[in-house]
């Protein structure tokens, strides 16, 4: 199967479980999403800082379990509803736990190529 063949949902919910190794050790971030005509391309995790401890260690906090990064690929998942009329842009996904609870948002990003446009609206001459 293609990637043009695979729904963006489907894509979606790859990329989190492509990144659940990563997402575990984190307490908060940004995943991002890159969208070109329809399809995933690049993805990833921007970390917040890590505090380092006293001894020179990170400082642990509370990390995701699996019933955090299962609501969190819920909401990716589920947030592909709200994207309308545009195949290019980027969407955002920050993160961060407190008290063993997992806050999210999503920001959406859609971009546009005037040159692609122009062409569509003044077809050339023949």
Known sequence: MSLEQMSLIRQMDMVIRTLDE????LSSG??????????????????DPIEMGANGLPHMEV???DSHIKAFRQLA??????????THGEIYFEFTMRKNVLSASVQFESN????????????PKP
Do not use: S
């Open 77 to 86: 998942v589920g947030c592909m509803e709200h994207k309308r009329n545009w």
């Open 30 to 47: 940004t995943v991002f999403v890159q969208i070109r005509n329809d399809a995933v391309g690049k993805f990833g995790i921007k970390h």
């Open 112 to 123: 546009y190529n005037m040159a692609n446009l122009l062409g569509k609206m003044f077809p």
């Open 22 to 25: 990563e997402l575990r050790y």
């Open 63 to 65: 990390f995701m379990t």
